[in-house]
């Protein structure tokens, strides 16, 4: 049985969901902080002491978010380069291209 990657494994299509998945739910806990900042500046509450604390916030997940993204994409470049089973699946193509298109939304986004 041929034991490469494939998107008919599970475990394969889960690895590519979670990988793709937590650089969005990074920088969205990253907003999170800044919208709720906004949204007590808005409704009259002082919150002066608040913005230090939101920009710590937004950096430390905003920064792992941004840059566990181009690690994702690099890993897929070190499996198509290292392993011959992802080079000859459809697999480790698709993980670089959905990597690429997700960074590329995610600098949009910012």
Same mark, same amino acid.
């Given at each position: 049985?041929?034991?490469?990657?494939?998107? =008919?494994?599970r475990?394969?299509?889960? =690895?590519?969901?979670?990988? @793709?998945? @937590?650089?969005?739910? @990074?920088?969205?806990?990253? +907003?999170?902080?800044? #919208?709720?900042? %906004?949204?007590? /500046?808005r409704?009259g /509450?002082? *919150?002066g002491? @608040?913005?230090?604390? $939101?920009? *710590?916030? +937004? !950096?430390?997940? &905003? !920064?792992? &978010?941004? +840059?566990? #993204?181009?690690? *994702?994409?690099? #890993?897929?470049?070190y499996r198509?380069?290292?392993?011959?089973?992802? %080079?000859?699946?459809?697999?480790?193509?698709?993980?670089?291209? +959905?990597?690429? #298109? $997700?960074?590329c939304?995610?600098?949009?986004?910012?």
């Open positions: 049985m041929d034991e490469g990657p494939s998107f =008919r494994r475990r394969y299509v889960l =690895r590519l969901l979670l990988a @793709l998945a @937590l650089p969005w739910v @990074l920088i969205g806990v990253a +907003f999170s902080g800044l #919208l709720l900042c %906004r949204e007590l /500046h409704s /509450h002082e *919150v002491w @608040l913005g230090d604390a $939101t920009l *710590v916030w +937004f !950096f430390a997940f &905003g !920064f792992p &978010g941004a +840059f566990g #993204l181009i690690a *994702v994409f690099l #890993l897929g470049i198509l380069v290292r392993y011959r089973e992802y %080079r000859h699946s459809w697999y480790g193509w698709v993980w670089l291209v +959905f990597a690429w #298109l $997700t960074m939304a995610l600098g949009a986004l910012h």
